[in-house]
Every structure is written in structure tokens, then in C-alpha cells.
């Protein structure tokens, strides 16, 4: 990847081989020390004015962005070298009586204490081979890396699919892939994925004319904004009609390979920012909100940060279980394991007829309809993100309120197994093994422990969350007991699910620290991979269904 202004190169860093990082590192250096000279005041300040005399440095030649870029590289490269040679670079240009940034906030997640999260440099050797692949593929060790690494073995398989999607051969132009990724993103306000992908759009050579809002893109990425819409909040709306108007539109057309490419790459993203903001991921170093050029303050705040909630005081609630006592949240672990053990002996002892069945499961789809949290209230999205997509009043929420029926989709008529997957394999080949793959690894995470207890089976929880994210998309399993959820998941947990998948630009850490108070950090993350991958799947049954019904 190169900077746009030319003269700073930073591909060389995503290198595997130490000398080729050294001399990138050594022109960056050059190049970084020539413009700070530029910048930098004629006599050099002594380093006891430093404090006050320091210049913000000025935005001509982008200087600001490489300190910033190089900040980052300081604190998140995998490899050693490149985080010692950015700090010293970092370090000469403050000699020079410049400015240099500091990070906001504390680490990749707000709902994480940072020192429960993986430290860069820390990591264990197979963590640090992620970390090296995400690097030398992406340019970057982005935070929802850093939180998804909770769980590598599920991070292997996300990467791998990004990195398919976003950057191997298949039928859309890598432009157009990071575009459709900025509209995906932009449609639940997700300015930290939004911001990540105008910035991998511009460095594939996307026209900085399009980012000024969707009128400026091309017709046939317009087009695209329906499905979009419809995907992210209504997607049982989605019919055959829809595809013919996207394949049939004469010069502005797609094809059925770009069509699937697409529908994946939407459902990828509106997925990633549920993921966003169910783990509260922090903005990246370098980007908006991720660092500032102010002084620290004496008590090592500045007031900038903490009207951006950035005030230290998260260290109070480290603990998941904040204020409440712990023997009530061991009391909740113990009765949730109970509810497990009652249900399977149910399910041992007599099983519900098929009409019991189907009553059930319309009652938990009626009912998730009303579940909504007391913190739900109108947020605008910003201008910044809104100007990526169109439309910016329709919502999942409003067909709720207004009692509209989402028809009920039987899994038995139309499954991934059965259909989805051999139609996208067809289309994109690889990329429905992929997506299979993720999808497995997600369903069947697990490591046998809930909370301080080991060797527990959790697969009937792990089953309900699923099913209860497909439920609330009127996705139906024949074979599944409806009324089990009710029983494993609590209100708090439902408030937290619906607003996640549905509505994720509303999740707060309230919801977050609610919820399965005495769970680890890694076992919420786990769950967020689950309603990532549940919803995604939804998502891409409705498109899907309606592509086929399209062919045939």
C-alpha cells in the first residue's frame, strides 16, 4: 500500500523478511524526518519548554496522518522491530520540537478492560501467526482482530474469508468490494468499519468522488442500495422481483457471480457491525476518536478525553459483575445450569407434538417482536455516515412497532446445507466452503466451561441462542423446541441479542455488563460470534432463496 502523497511507503512493513522491513523502516524514517523539518520551529525548543512550545503539527503534507499511522505501528504491529523503529521515529520527531500523538482510550475494546485483552508482543506463538497473517494481508492489527482473538481457531477461518472476499480473484473490481463494504457498514452508522474501507477503497484506487455520498457512485452500485436496505433490517421482504431488477437493468447490470459476490460481501459487513458494537470496539489508533495531539494533563487526562468518555474510570467496573454481589451472579450461573439439566431430562422423558411445536415457535416469534430495551431511543445517523446509503428512516424496528407479521421461513424448505451453500459454491466457488466452514467452527465453539465451571455440555445453550436469532428473522427448525428458550435465556440476555443483531448502533455497556454477569470477557465475545454468524446465515437464506427462486 502506498500514501497517496508518494513520498511515504509503508508496503515494505507487511513484509515476512526482517531486512525488507529495515529498509522500508530506514525511508520511512528519511522520509517522515524530512518533513517534520519542514514543519518543525526554527530554533528548537529546549527540552524544558518542551511542554509548551511544542507545535501541532501543521496538516500540510499529511504529516499529522503519519504520526498517527506510525503511533499505531508503535502499538500494534506484530512484528518487534517495526513497534521499536516506529517509537524512536516517533521520538526524533518530538526532538525536533514537534507535537506527537498520544492513543485515546484503553485498548481494542471499551467493554473490555484492557488488561484482559491479548497484549501485542504477549501473544502465544499460534496467536502471533494470526497476528502476522492479518498484518502482511491488511497493512494493520485492527481491534476487532484483537478482541475476535479470544477465539483463534474462529479467528483463522474469519480471516481467511475476509482476506478471500475483500482480496482474491472473483467477479467484482477490489474497489467496488470496499465500496459495497462502506454502503454495508454505513446502514447501522458504523463509522469505525466505514472509516477502515474508505480508506482500503482509496488505496485500491477507488475515486474519492464517490465517498462524497451514493448519488456519486456509479448507477449499478445505486441499484445496489435496495438490497442493502432490505438486507440489514427487513430481509423476509427480499423476492425474485428484487434479483430480476438488479440483473435485468440493460448497461447498469449485474451478473449472477457479481450478484452472489455482493450479497455476501453485505451480509459480511452488516454482521461485522453488530460484532463492532456488540464487543464496544474501540476506535482504531490511527483513525477519528483513536488518538489526539493535546497534552496529557497533569492528573494524565486531558478534558478532551473525558468529555469523549475516555476518564479512567472503567478500571472501577473491570470486573463483569460490576456492582452486584457475586453470590447472585454465582446464583445465576448455577440456575441457568439447573435449566439446562431440567430441559434435557424433558427432552429424555416425552417429546412435543409437531402442532405444540409450531405454537411455540410462533409465540417466541410474536414475542421477540416486543423485546426492546429501556435505553432505545431516536439516534440521527451522522452526515458523515449517512451520505453512504439512502434512506436513512427505514429500520427493523418499525414494522414492530406498527404489528406488521414476518412470515414464517421453513429451514426445511430452504437450508444452507441443502441449497445456500451449493448455490454460492457455484457462483463464487470456494466461497461457500468458506463461509460453511465459519459457520461450523462458530455453531460448535466450545470449550466445556460455563463461567467458574468446567465439563459442562453447551451445546442446548449455544443451540437456543442461534435459534432464537433465526426465530426473531422467522427462520423455523421443525425439530427445534421453541419453549427451551425461554428457559435458558433471560430478559437482559434477549434485550441484548435483539438489540446486537437488529439495531447494534444502539447497544450500550449497560446491556453488555448485564448480561451473564459472572461470564468471562471470552465467553461474551463467544457469544457475539454466534449472533454474527446466525445473522449473517439469515440474512444470506433470504437472499438466497430469493436468487434461486429467480433461476428456476
Not at 439516534?379 to 446509503?389: E, G, I, M, Q
Not at 438489540?499 to 455488563?513: A, H, L, Q, S
Request: net charge negative; with cysteine.
Amino acid at each position: 500500500m502506498e500514501e497517496r502523497e508518494g513520498e511515504v511507503r509503508w508496503d515494505g512493513l507487511c513484509s515476512r523478511d526482517a531486512a525488507s522491513r529495515a529498509a522500508a523502516l530506514d525511508n520511512i524514517g528519511q522520509a517522515v524526518l524530512r518533513r517534520s523539518e519542514t514543519v518543525a520551529p526554527v530554533a528548537v525548543v529546549p527540552p524544558s519548554r518542551a511542554a509548551d512550545g511544542l507545535l501541532v503539527p501543521a496538516a500540510r503534507d499529511g504529516l499529522s496522518e503519519v504520526l498517527a499511522r506510525l503511533l499505531m505501528l508503535s502499538k500494534r504491529c506484530p512484528f518487534p522491530d517495526v513497534r521499536e523503529k516506529s517509537e524512536a521515529i516517533l521520538s526524533r520527531v518530538q526532538e525536533l520540537g514537534i507535537r506527537i500523538p498520544r492513543p485515546l482510550g484503553h485498548g481494542p475494546s471499551r467493554f473490555i478492560p484492557e488488561k484482559e485483552t491479548i497484549q501485542v508482543g504477549n501473544e502465544d506463538a499460534m496467536m502471533h501467526a494470526l497476528f502476522a497473517d492479518s498484518f502482511a494481508t491488511l497493512g494493520r492489527l485492527d481491534n476487532v482482530t484483537l478482541v475476535m482473538v479470544f477465539h483463534p481457531q474462529y479467528l483463522e477461518s474469519f480471516l481467511k474469508t475476509q482476506h478471500y472476499l475483500l482480496q482474491m480473484d472473483g467477479p467484482l473490481p477490489l474497489h467496488y468490494r470496499h465500496y459495497i463494504g462502506i454502503m454495508a457498514a454505513a446502514r447501522h452508522q458504523c463509522s469505525y468499519l466505514v472509516n477502515l474501507h474508505v480508506n482500503d477503497f482509496l488505496h485500491v484506487g477507488g475515486d474519492p468522488k464517490w465517498l462524497n455520498g451514493l448519488e456519486n457512485a456509479p448507477q449499478k452500485l445505486q441499484n445496489l442500495g435496495e438490497l442493502n436496505k432490505m438486507l440489514a433490517h427487513r430481509p423476509w421482504l427480499i423476492t425474485k422481483e428484487h434479483i430480476e431488477q438488479l440483473l435485468k437493468t440493460e448497461e447498469n447490470s449485474w451478473s449472477l457471480a457479481e450478484l452472489i459476490h455482493a450479497v455476501v460481501l453485505l451480509t459480511h459487513y452488516h454482521s461485522l457491525a453488530s460484532f463492532t458494537f456488540g464487543c464496544g470496539i474501540s476506535p482504531e489508533i490511527d483513525c477519528e476518536g483513536g488518538h489526539t495531539f493535546r497534552p496529557p494533563s497533569v492528573s494524565n487526562y486531558c478534558i478532551c478525553d473525558i468529555t469523549n468518555g475516555y476518564h479512567g474510570v472503567d478500571e472501577i467496573h473491570a470486573s463483569p459483575t460490576g456492582s452486584i454481589p457475586s453470590t447472585e451472579s454465582v446464583c445465576e450461573v448455577e440456575a441457568l445450569m439447573e435449566k439446562m439439566k431440567q430441559l434435557q431430562e424433558c427432552r429424555d422423558e416425552e417429546e412435543a407434538s409437531q402442532e405444540e411445536m409450531a405454537t411455540r415457535f410462533e409465540r417466541e416469534k410474536r414475542e421477540s417482536m416486543f423485546v426492546c430495551s429501556s435505553e432505545d431511543e431516536e439516534s440521527a445517523p451522522t452526515r458523515d455516515v449517512s451520505r453512504h446509503f439512502e434512506d436513512t428512516s427505514y429500520g427493523y424496528k418499525d414494522f414492530s412497532r406498527h404489528g406488521m407479521h414476518v412470515p414464517t421461513f421453513r429451514v426445511q424448505d430452504y437450508s444452507w446445507e441443502d441449497h445456500g451453500y451449493s448455490l454460492v459454491n457455484r457462483l463464487y466457488p470456494d466461497v461457500g466452503q468458506l463461509l460453511d466452514e465459519k459457520f461450523h467452527i462458530a455453531y460448535n465453539l466450545t470449550y466445556n466451561t460455563m463461567a467458574m465451571h468446567k465439563d459442562v455440555d453447551t451445546s442446548m445453550l449455544r443451540r437456543a441462542i442461534w435459534n432464537y436469532i433465526h426465530c426473531m428473522f422467522g427462520i423455523r427448525y421443525d425439530d427445534y423446541d421453541y419453549g427451551e428458550i425461554n428457559q435458558l435465556l433471560d430478559r437482559s440476555f434477549k434485550v441484548y441479542i435483539k438489540t446486537v443483531v437488529c439495531t447494534p448502533e444502539k447497544t450500550t455497556k449497560r446491556m453488555y455488563d448485564s448480561f451473564w454477569r459472572q461470564f468471562e470477557h471470552s465467553e461474551k465475545v463467544h457469544v457475539n460470534l454466534l449472533l454474527v454468524e446466525a445473522r449473517m446465515q439469515a440474512e444470506l437464506l433470504y437472499a438466497l432463496r430469493a436468487i434461486t427462486r429467480y433461476m428456476t
